[in-house]
């Protein structure tokens, strides 16, 4: 009996959840944070500095299409095999191989820039290097990010980074803006450079492999079959299965055609300035991850589980379909910031649960399949919104797409829970 409580001391006493914003007190996280967030933003500065010198020198709308194209296939095709890389090998030299590889893009574009030099199939193949970048740093990243933390701060890691990623891609545009302005295009590449290197010097540093602890698993072959032996593997678990189908239904239905579309939208909302309009749309679309992943982190009441992430994705699908019809531009705003909020719910949460239930010797294949899904797939977004956009109208095209995306949430929900889904909580 405890003298002062008057409790029995061999009552157990309930454990407190795990902390708010734990991934950011953890000493190994925090520094990958910060890193990746900066790397991200890298990755959109380049972006915005290419994109604008293509169009400048080619004017191709084909090439434009091939930028969008040519960052998710490499997801598409190859993001299991890297998986299973990141099962077998040090997870810290496969991030720093990714951006080495996102450097020495960026050097290439310089030294063309400089040169004067730059031709198509230059732009085509460093298009597609940089694509299979981000491709290879997936798997390895979500390794190492459940090997910083323990088993009940892994939803922290991930909501995090998530974020962290996020404000990247928010401001990416508006720094790599800035370099074009200020420095001009060949300056601005090789200056971005300089942003991949925190998250780079600092993987020499840490103790943590993506393996440490789970040292007595065994490392499993390395080989094409081997890597395709995960979709054999995880066809009986029907909640892994909804949430890699729930990640790809988003992304191939709205995914990265929400962006590339914007122009069009701010338009057709016609509030004066349609440039400051499609500032604000883009902006306020970024915003509303980086609100999301806060608010889910400080509040913890969102659990990983199914019926979190079949709700979230549904939010998503429903904010599209009204944003494609409204003539309000409050209206429109608002319901970018509410599917931003639910689209980061909806992947952190799916992510969290393919890592929590993926066996650890194939965790690696696993991810790279749910990042098959999440990533490569928005590649077909061009195709649901934008080819179909061209033969109906992009506000119809995104309708029927979010429509679409809402038909196979609840089937993909429905599919999970009926039979019997594990629940993350």
């Known amino acids: ?31 990958y944070l910060f890193g990746a967030g900066l790397a991200m933003m ?25 930028q969008v194209i040519s960052h998710w ?28 590889l996102f450097m020495a893009v960026s050097a290439a574009w310089g030294v063309l820039f400089l040169t004067g030099t730059l031709q198509v199939w230059h732009a085509c193949v460093l298009l597609v290097l940089h ?37 990247g891609v928010l401001f990416g545009p508006v720094v790599g803006s800035a ?4 420095l001009g ?36 072959r390395l080989g094409i079959v081997d890597s395709i032996r995960v979709f054999r593997d995880v066809r009986s678990n029907r909640t892994l299965v909804s949430m890699i189908v729930l990640a790809g239904l988003g992304s191939f239905f709205v995914g990265a055609s929400l962006q590339s579309s914007m122009p069009i939208f701010a338009h057709d909302l016609g509030t004066g300035d349609s440039g400051l309009t499609y500032g604000v749309l883009l902006f306020a679309n970024g915003v509303g991850g980086v609100i999301g992943g806060i608010l889910l982190e400080a509040t913890g009441r969102i659990k990983p589980n199914v019926k979190a992430a079949v709700l979230s994705t549904a939010i998503y699908g429903l904010t599209s379909l009204f944003f494609a019809f409204t003539a309000s531009y409050p209206v429109a705003l608002l319901m970018l910031l509410v599917g931003g909020v639910a ?47 061209a033969a109906v109208g992009v506000h119809w095209s995104l309708g029927l797409s979010a429509v679409a995306l809402c038909l196979g949430t609840a089937a993909a929900g429905f599919y999970a829970l009926r039979g019997g889904a594990q629940d993350m909580t």
């Open 73 to 100: 296939l490499p997801f598409l095709f190859f993001s299991v095999y890297f998986g299973s890389l990141a099962d077998r090998f040090d997870c810290r030299r496969l991030i720093q191989g990714a951006q080495v």
């Open 185 to 220: 295009s060949t300056a601005g590449i090789f200056v971005n450079i300089l942003f991949y290197l925190p998250l780079t010097l600092f993987l020499f540093r840490t103790k943590f492999t993506g393996h440490t602890r789970n040292e007595g698993v065994p490392r499993p």
């Open 1 to 31: 009996m405890c003298a002062a409580c008057g409790v029995p001391t061999h009552v157990a006493q309930p454990q407190a959840g795990p902390r708010k914003f734990a991934a950011l007190r953890n000493r190994d996280c925090r520094p």
């Open 131 to 167: 694509g299979c970048a981000g491709a290879l740093w997936g798997p390895g990243e979500q390794l190492l990010l459940h090997d910083f933390v323990e088993h009940d701060e892994l939803p922290s890691a991930i909501r995090l980074n998530a974020t962290f990623r996020s404000l």
């Open 42 to 66: 890298a990755d959109n500065i380049e972006h915005v500095i290419t994109y604008w010198v293509l169009w400048e020198k080619f004017h191709s709308p084909a090439l434009s299409g091939f």
């Open 179 to 182: 370099l074009l302005l200020f």
């Open 343 to 389: 689209n980061m719910a909806s992947m952190s949460i799916g992510q969290t649960v393919v890592q929590l239930l993926a066996p650890p010797a194939d965790r690696g294949r696993v991810v790279g399949l749910y990042g098959m899904s999440s990533g490569g797939l928005r590649a077909g977004s061009g195709f649901t919104v934008g080819l179909l956009g």
